[in-house]
């Protein structure tokens, strides 16, 4: 292959290459000895090689070598066989002599400069293989190939992570995944607990319902299956519960602020717990007679027990947050003007509580599939149809057609307008339908309610033949002359939930039936006033509305300390050696379901895993990461003698400069150039 040309200029000064840099910003490169630049550019490596070279090697002064009388400092374009060479620093300093020494060949050594070997990018085959042919994980690809694909040109021990890993950007709450499974692998189960505690508040519950979309990211689905994470996560929810008194305790400080969370669902629940964590005092309103929300009234008890609901309520009200129950926003007393007036910021997390109807003559003979749900969990639901049809296709739908079934129905039908392969329900949950003798009817929709003598007798359905249009927009197309009758003794709704806004001020904007927020956050258009979950942006999983609390009391945070941004994202970042026993192939393990027979509407259908099934588990997840984790030679002696790199910019220890990040293995910022390595004296 032929370096294909870019423009030389070489500098006198660091300000001149500083401006150089900013100049051509993405699309320049400094070359000192060019040992490893040149060997990228000629292979190829990079899809855009750089078109400006920005020339050290004319710095005045920057290969001078010093030895000074508490300690050594040497200039950037200092060559390593200078240094290897050195009378002095083989003396006083001969690790370094050693590891400078070891470099390549007599030539290279001749050529290459300190801060280009510490510079380098990584020496790895993928990575640098001519063509720029692999979609590595340090260029910004999803994953390491010298990790799980060959790995035969590494050692796969001491290997590290880069940025988070798919699972943890795959899930909106990001947990740490890696870190926790690491602390389980280490037999930690406490440690474990705390880091996913840090962004996961109701870890109990998002185990059993979460729709997981880590472990649709893990890389291990690749060649054997996901790691199964949900399972890991229930179990450490379940230990969180067990022991409140170590992971759900009262902050040290109280700051005197007061807010007002309006909705005890997944959203209010989380927003309340990290504005808790943060000392502020936290007041829950909430209209139902239990707190939870959805948790407790939708969601069948067969997929999330109440009691575990319940503990979680009694988790965050050991912390000092206060649940006020049977309040209704908008009465005598508790209008928004009022929380206003007596808190200092108020979140408006109150939900989707209202079933969409049919458009259809007659379709008062038909139930709400939401209702049916909620009146399943409290008891009060009327004796189900022998015969019933659920109109939907979402989890929703899936939950009121299982439940209809297990409520003594003989024999139930679901209908949707999506064909099967891009109905809204997660396919764990269709998979469960089909366990549980649901007939499932995609690609039709309801035309007709079929009555007779003002009591319903069936449905008559027509064949849709796409849902959207090519803008994906909602606008469903039929075939008329396809229908089906579908003869039923009852017909439960499930297409959507609508927001009851009744309490809204007219000061407070509204938008096609949902509170207004402010793109990609929940602020309002009313300062202390955040609004968040499914009231902003319609009809969401559960970790999606805990995603939005997350949000919520990150801005709540800022805005009471008078900050811009979103305050503290309860993040966990921190580098993670590679886990090498994850490499081979394993099954995942499995959470059966209890035989079909043995299956009711409120005994949960799943059983918590063991703690050694976990521990398991956790050997399973490789802290996905690189191998090739840094190339410098003397990164490893520079760090064991307290060396300082010293930039144009600032000075960083060189415990600190190394990094595993994408496109890059130092933490040398925009425009950052070495100028000079100050070693102490020993």
Request: proline content about 5%; hydrophobic content about 40%; some cysteine.
């Amino acid at each position: 292959m032929t370096i294909q040309e870019s423009k030389y200029i070489p500098v006198q000064s660091l300000y001149d290459a500083e401006d150089l840099l900013k100049e051509h910003e993405g699309q320049s490169a400094l070359i000192a000895g060019g040992t490893d630049l040149m060997g990228t550019l000629k292979d190829e490596i990079h899809a855009e090689p750089p078109q400006v070279l920005i020339g050290l090697k004319t710095l005045k002064g920057s290969s001078a070598i010093s030895v000074e009388s508490n300690g050594l400092r040497i200039g950037a374009t200092a060559t390593l066989a200078a240094i290897a060479k050195h009378p002095e620093i083989k003396q006083k300093y001969r690790l370094l002599a050693q590891a400078a020494a070891s470099v390549a060949s007599p030539q290279i050594r001749n050529v290459a400069t300190l801060g280009g070997n510490l510079c380098q990018e990584p020496r790895c085959w993928y990575y640098r293989n001519p063509g720029n042919t692999f979609d590595c994980l340090r260029k910004g690809g999803r994953w390491c190939d010298a990790l799980f694909a060959e790995n035969r040109y590494h050692s796969i021990f001491g290997g590290m992570n880069v940025s988070s890993a798919p699972c943890e950007r795959g899930c909106p709450i990001h947990n740490g995944i890696p870190a926790y499974m690491e602390k389980l692998r280490e037999g930690n189960i406490d440690e474990a607990t705390k880091i996913l505690l840090r962004t996961n508040p109701l870890a109990a519950i998002t185990g059993r319902v979460c729709s997981h979309y880590c472990e649709e990211e893990c890389n291990r689905n690749d060649f054997d299956e996901a790691v199964s994470i949900r399972a890991v996560e229930r179990a450490l929810g379940d230990h969180a519960l067990e022991h409140p008194d170590l992971f759900y305790s009262a902050p040290e400080h109280e700051t005197g602020k007061r807010v007002a969370v309006v909705g005890a669902g997944p959203a209010g629940l989380t927003a309340a717990c990290f504005l808790r964590r943060q000392g502020h005092q936290v007041t829950l309103y909430d209209r139902m007679p239990q707190a939870g929300g959805m948790l407790t009234y939708s969601i069948p008890a067969y997929r999330l027990p109440k009691q575990v609901v319940q503990l979680q309520v009694r988790a965050l009200e050991a912390m000092g947050i206060v649940f006020k129950q049977q309040v209704t926003i908008g009465s005598v007393g508790f209008t928004l003007e009022d929380l206003r007036s007596t808190h200092d910021s108020l979140f408006l997390a109150t939900g989707l509580w209202q079933g969409k109807k049919l458009r259809l003559e007659n379709a008062e003979l038909l139930d709400s599939g939401l209702e049916f749900l909620i009146q399943t969990q409290t008891g009060s639901a009327k004796p189900v149809g022998k015969r019933v049809l659920v109109i939907g296709g979402g989890s929703v739908a899936v939950d009121v057609a299982i439940s209809a079934r297990r409520s003594g129905a003989e024999h139930v039908t679901m209908a949707c307008l999506e064909s099967r392969d891009i109905m809204p329900a997660i396919p764990e949950d269709l998979e469960q339908a089909d366990e549980e003798a649901i007939e499932i009817l995609p690609s039709w929709g309801p035309q007709r309610v079929l009555e007779q003598n003002d009591r319903l007798t069936g449905m008559e359905l027509v064949r849709c033949t796409s849902v959207f249009d090519e803008d994906g927009r909602f606008a469903p197309v039929f075939d008329t002359a396809e229908t089906k009758i579908v003869e039923v003794d009852q017909v439960l709704v499930a297409i959507g939930q609508a927001a009851d806004l009744s309490y809204a001020s007219q000061e407070l904007h509204t938008e096609r039936g949902l509170i207004a927020a402010a793109k990609h956050s929940t602020r309002t258009n009313v300062p202390g006033v955040f609004a968040g979950g499914d009231v902003t942006g319609g009809s969401a999983v559960v970790v999606q509305a805990m995603a939005e609390g997350t949000r919520a009391a990150n801005e709540i945070e800022a805005y009471l300390n008078e900050r811009s941004g979103e305050g503290d994202r309860n993040s966990d970042h921190r580098s993670l050696l590679i886990n090498p026993s994850a490499l081979s192939t394993s099954q995942g393990m499995r959470s059966p379901r209890a035989p079909f027979e043995q299956r009711t509407l409120h005994s949960e259908d799943i059983t918590t895993r063991g703690i050694d099934e976990v521990n398991r588990e956790a050997q399973r997840c490789a802290n996905c990461g690189c191998v090739a984790v840094n190339a410098s030679d003397l990164a490893g002696v520079l760090i064991a003698l307290d060396a300082e790199i010293k930039t144009n910019l600032r000075v960083i220890p060189a415990r600190e400069f190394f990094t595993t990040a994408k496109n890059g293995t130092t933490v040398l910022g925009p425009g950052e150039i070495i100028h000079e390595i100050w070693i102490p004296e020993p």
